[in-house]
């Protein structure tokens, strides 16, 4: 099993729709959550770190329930420019800062 | 912000020669560097995690005698695939953890893309 998961997509939508992606990772030991931003041929960029409690920044809000080890990203009002790779992230416990990364979900915004 | 350059962005080389990628960060020291590679259509995969001032600690199944990794300095780390196959043809970013930053925040480099031929 993965240590990360996501469904790949790709999740094909129009502009200004809602979109949500899944993360589940495996190991409880996780310590610390992000999403990612991997535009094509290019290196990932941080998008937003995720908290217990919940977290939004402008039209994209992170939610993490630790006790079904699930993440998840909710882009409001999709802009063209959203189309990209969202990565899902998770750091251990005790591994020095180590990033385990999903393996992506696509997303393409049409107009 | 915190700036990671790699050089070079693109490289082709012939089977059995050596490349050598280098990773800087260019406005902060980084005490620890990570080196990833990515396929296309694949994640991210940790090669390996270079420390300054010692040895790299290798993934499970990365050959560390094939990918020779030196941190010599706070602000560099490079990336040697030793006679390389048309195998290890892939994207490899590498990122870097500003010492002393209590979070675990990395910067990313822009990537190397290795074509072996």
């Known amino acids: 099993r993965k240590e990360v998961e996501q469904d790949p997509g790709p999740f094909n939508v129009p502009e200004g729709a809602t979109v949500a992606f899944n993360c589940t990772y495996s190991n409880s030991a996780s310590q610390s959550f992000f999403w990612y931003r991997q535009d094509c041929r290019k290196e990932p960029k941080l998008l937003m770190s995720?908290?217990?409690s919940g977290n939004e920044d402008g039209r994209f809000t992170a939610q993490l329930n630790r006790a079904s080890q699930y993440i998840s990203l909710l882009i409001r009002d999709s802009k063209l420019s959203d189309s990209a790779t969202y990565l899902c992230v998770v750091t251990l416990y005790n591994q020095g800062g180590k990033l385990i990364f999903g393996q992506g979900t696509e997303l393409s915004v049409k107009p | 912000g915190a700036v990671v350059s790699q050089h070079p962005s693109r490289v082709i080389c012939k089977s059995g020669t050596s490349v050598k990628i280098e990773c800087r960060s260019l406005?902060?020291?980084?005490?620890?560097m990570f080196w990833y590679r990515q396929f296309p259509k694949q994640s991210l995969m940790l090669m390996a995690t270079s420390n300054e001032g010692s040895k790299a600690t290798y993934e499970q199944g990365v050959e560390k005698d094939k990918f020779l990794i030196n941190h010599a300095s706070l602000t560099l780390s490079t990336l040697t695939v030793t006679s390389a196959h048309p195998e290890d043809s892939s994207f490899y970013i590498c990122?870097?953890?500003?010492?002393?930053?209590?979070?675990?925040?990395?910067?990313f480099g822009p990537g190397t893309r290795l074509t072996v031929t």
């Open positions: 995720v908290y217990s």
């Open positions: 990122s870097a953890h500003a010492t002393g930053d209590s979070s675990y925040e990395q910067y």
């Open positions: 406005d902060f020291q980084a005490t620890t």
